[in-house]
């Protein structure tokens, strides 16, 4: 289902940039190939994403 893997990708990059280190690392990547590494070594268990106001 289309709609619910894509609620699923935003959920997941929502807490991801909710950890201060990863948004870090992830400002100081010179290259797509260390975004995408970055994005493959985090595991699947972050930080559930607090709701935004």
Same mark, same amino acid.
Request: a neutral charge.
């Given at each position: 289902n289309a709609p619910n893997l894509y609620l699923? @990708? @935003?959920s997941q990059l929502c807490r991801l940039l909710h950890n201060s280190a990863?948004?870090?690392q992830l400002l +100081? &990547? +010179?290259s797509t190939r260390e975004i995408v590494q970055l994005f493959k070594q985090e595991p699947d268990n972050a930080t559930p994403c607090? &709701?935004?106001a």
């Open positions: 699923q @990708l @935003l990863f948004r870090e +100081s &990547a +010179s607090m &709701a935004m």
